[in-house]
């Protein structure tokens, strides 16, 4: 009888206990503090594909300065924003592909990306009010998609110097988004 209640519980630990996605490319912070490109990172850089919060970003989703986060406690060393804290990613191009790297698949239902304002300050938290709440790249597709996601995207070719981008990952049958946030430096050539 103790067999057969614990097999239901595992079922459910596996589920929520297994990775899900992050972003390989541009090297995402929280896959960068797993290269150990960033530092004192807290729990994520041992699990950078298990930043997962409530979707629905802009409206609902993660608390202003907590977005990098997912709202998680162990990942908060992620909210930290400083002008030289993270490690940046060079962009000299409008146009590239994001690669997202998949360990768990959930039947999804968009891929967005959000960029910071043009005017934004590098030394205040990350809110709503420092990203642009339009995405500037986005993907609507109720798919269960393969373990590596390649998306091509546009920056806005305005903008220059440090910015950072997020993108989420909306999950179709649960109430959840993952979240990832990428430092770039864009110099376009």
């Known amino acids: ?13 596996s589920y929520f206990a297994l990775p899900h996605g992050y972003i390989e490319y541009p090297a995402s912070r929280a896959y960068l503090c797993k290269l150990q490109s ?24 993660p608390a202003d300065g907590k977005i990098a986060s997912a709202n998680i406690a162990s990942f908060s060393p992620l909210d930290a924003q400083q002008p030289f804290r993270w490690t940046r990613m060079l962009i000299e191009t409008s146009a590239f592909d994001f690669f997202w790297r998949l360990t768990a698949i959930h039947r999804t239902t968009k891929w967005e990306y959000f960029i910071t304002r043009k005017d934004w300050d590098p030394s ?25 996601v390649m ?23 649960i109430a959840n988004a993952f979240y990832q946030v990428i430092d770039l430096e864009i110099d376009y050539k």
């Open 1 to 13: 009888m103790k067999k057969l209640l614990l097999l239901p519980l595992l079922l459910c630990y």
């Open 124 to 148: 205040k938290s990350l809110t709503r009010a420092q990203f642009e709440l339009t995405p500037f790249c986005k993907f609507e597709k109720v798919e269960m998609p393969p373990s590596l």
């Open 38 to 61: 960033n530092q004192n990172c807290g729990a994520v850089q041992y699990e950078p594909q298990s930043v997962e919060g409530l979707k629905g970003f802009p409206l609902k989703g």
């Open 151 to 173: 998306h091509t995207c546009h920056l806005p070719k305005d903008y220059q110097g440090y910015h950072v981008v997020l993108g989420i990952w909306t999950i179709d049958d």
